[in-house]
């Protein structure tokens, strides 16, 4: 991700290669009366290809420098850095760097050493720190992060819960920064930037910089974080960045943009990623969110959402868990949320590129793998969406004509507790014809759940509806679909945990729900989770539209 994992950007940098004035002097060149430059650089670097910058000695007419006792590399006065110009093994490595006098001899040696050992971490996309993000029993690290915090009280509440990102205000940073039980952690610091001033976010660097033991260090990256109408802060910390200046602070300092809900648009995420930012941090309420988090991984973006809520906030957590990578609110549970081991299954398509594959792998019960079959007669089609289409990137193809289904498997709610269940799902048609269902994800048959569409008969409108078959019966909890669009595909969620409301959200949002309340165990049964249909002896209620993302946890109260 940007500096914190992608190839770095490579400006000045080619001075490594571009502004050497011989490469490969003799040895024999030595004995000059300038002293040794002082150098300074990464003494653990997480990446592959560290830089070091030194001290410009008396008398100083240039400079020559290797790596590991190779070939000197001539450079002039005015180059006082160097990066290494190809990647390094892990281990240690040692620069040298020698300053020529005025008869173009080279004095003492000034020297670094510095231990390549990036982090490496299964499934750990994003983050590569040394502390363990809170990671989901599917293996994907979801880091919880309590959201704006002003003082060191905020701090200090941030790291008692255990949260992952702790984030400080810049106004008062040199002291917040020295505070002892924030420099004793791990957690990965986030820095608000709300002034775009050089002199403003130089201060912001300054600070880091003075404080390179504690923070923006190998293994503990610092996020600059600003809203989307103050990202010029953002644009000018990467020119800052990519300076002498700061050179040493440049693979550790990540930049996140923030969208409010209306803001987080496909044309917003492709120029955070060209501008060269590492995470795109949304509203929890954002439209289209499955796809946007889609187009950003496939841009090399990390993704954060904010403004989770207390109330229902732990439903979206769980569902968010697996496909974002942190999650911010006042929600005390967070960390054990993400945490918890109620996985039922989980199939995300969302990152394949085979369109002629015959199966496509999820993850069941406790993160077990499991393959869906696709492409073939009655089974839905794996196709991937260019970044304008209505779903981008992978997803499955459901067609009532051809009774296209997903078959997973016997995935039970388990006793004493509910079922919480998602789709990402874009729907061909919205407003059903007269007495018919049309099913996203159901496992019923007078018994189970299930997520569909129905038009009963008679005059009633179309309605969205999640069910639980509890005590004896149905229990049904709708939302119309008037306002549902064709052109763009909806997060849905429902949830049950055994005793209370039947929830129902589209796009983490219960407006318009008429929500129904139970007691009591889902009555399970003996067959199969079905993606774009009802199981049973009979399929039927096919499903029309596509759908890149399905989700089933077993639910109850913490």
């Known amino acids: 991700m940007g500096r914190g994992g992608r190839a770095l950007r490579l400006i000045p940098l080619a001075c490594a290669i571009g502004c050497l004035s011989d490469v490969n002097p003799r040895d024999d060149d030595e004995g000059g009366v300038v002293a040794a430059p002082a150098v300074d650089g ?110 060191l009280d905020a701090v200090h509440a941030a790291l008692d819960a255990d949260a992952d990102l702790v984030e400080v205000d810049t106004s008062d940073l040199a002291a917040v920064l020295a505070d002892p039980a924030l420099e004793d952690g791990d957690q990965v610091v986030m820095l608000a930037l709300a002034d775009t001033s050089d002199a403003a976010v130089r201060a912001v660097l300054d600070a880091l910089a003075a404080d390179r033991a504690h923070f923006a260090r190998a293994g503990r990256h610092v996020v600059l974080r600003a809203s989307a109408d103050q990202r010029a802060a953002l644009d000018l910390a990467h020119q800052l960045l990519d300076t002498r200046d700061y050179l040493l602070l440049r693979p550790y300092v990540r930049t996140a943009v923030t969208f409010e809900r209306a803001q987080a648009t496909r044309a917003a995420v492709i120029d955070a990623a ?173 018994s189970g759940w299930a997520l569909d569409l129905e038009n009963p008969a008679g005059d009633e409108p179309t309605v969205m509806r999640f069910s639980v078959h509890v005590d004896g019966a149905y229990h049904y909890t709708t939302v119309p679909t008037a306002g549902l669009r064709n052109d763009r595909a909806y997060l849905i969620i429902g949830a049950y945990d055994g005793d209370g409301e039947v929830g129902l959200w589209i796009d983490n949002d219960d407006t318009g729900v008429d929500a129904v309340s139970a007691s009591g165990d889902i009555l399970n049964n003996d067959y199969p989770v079905l993606i774009g249909g009802d199981p049973g002896d009979v399929y039927r209620y096919f499903f029309a539209g596509e759908i890149d993302l399905a989700v089933g946890q077993s639910w109850a109260p913490l």
């Open 274 to 446: 060209d501008r060269g930012d590492d995470l795109v941090d949304v509203d929890y309420r954002t439209a289209e969110l499955m796809s946007l988090r889609a187009l950003a991984h496939a841009r090399g973006l990390g993704v954060a959402v904010h403004g989770v809520p207390e109330v229902s906030g732990e439903v979206f957590i769980a569902v968010l868990r697996d496909t974002v990578d942190a999650v911010a609110g006042p929600v005390a549970d967070a960390r054990a949320i993400v945490e918890r081991e109620d996985a039922l299954f989980f199939v995300d398509p969302s990152a394949e590129q085979d369109e002629t594959a015959d199966s496509l792998s999820y993850q069941g019960d406790g993160g077990d793998s499991r393959l869906l079959a696709v492409n073939h007669d009655n089974q839905p089609l794996l196709r991937v969406g260019q970044m304008d289409d209505a779903m981008p990137g992978g997803r499955l193809v459901f067609d009532p004509a051809a009774a296209r289904r997903g078959s997973l498997h016997d995935a039970d709610a388990p006793p004493g507790g509910g079922i919480l269940v998602a789709v990402s799902a874009r729907f061909a048609q919205t407003e059903l014809p007269d007495d018919s269902i049309m099913t996203m994800l159901a496992k019923s048959e007078h």
């Open 42 to 151: 990464e003494p653990r670097a997480d990446h592959r290809t560290p830089s070091w910058i030194w001290t410009v000695p008396d008398g100083a007419t240039g400079f020559r420098a290797r790596i590991d006792g190779g070939d000197w590399t001539e450079l002039d006065l005015d180059t006082t850095w160097l990066t290494a110009p190809s990647a390094l093994e892990d281990g240690e490595h040692l620069f040298e760097v020698q300053a020529r006098d005025a008869a173009g001899l080279a004095g003492p040696a000034g020297s670094f050493a510095t231990t390549v050992a990036p982090v490496v971490r299964d499934g750990d996309d994003v983050w590569r720190q040394d502390r363990t993000m809170a990671t989901s029993p599917l293996g994907h690290p979801c880091a919880v992060w309590p959201g704006p915090g002003a003082d």
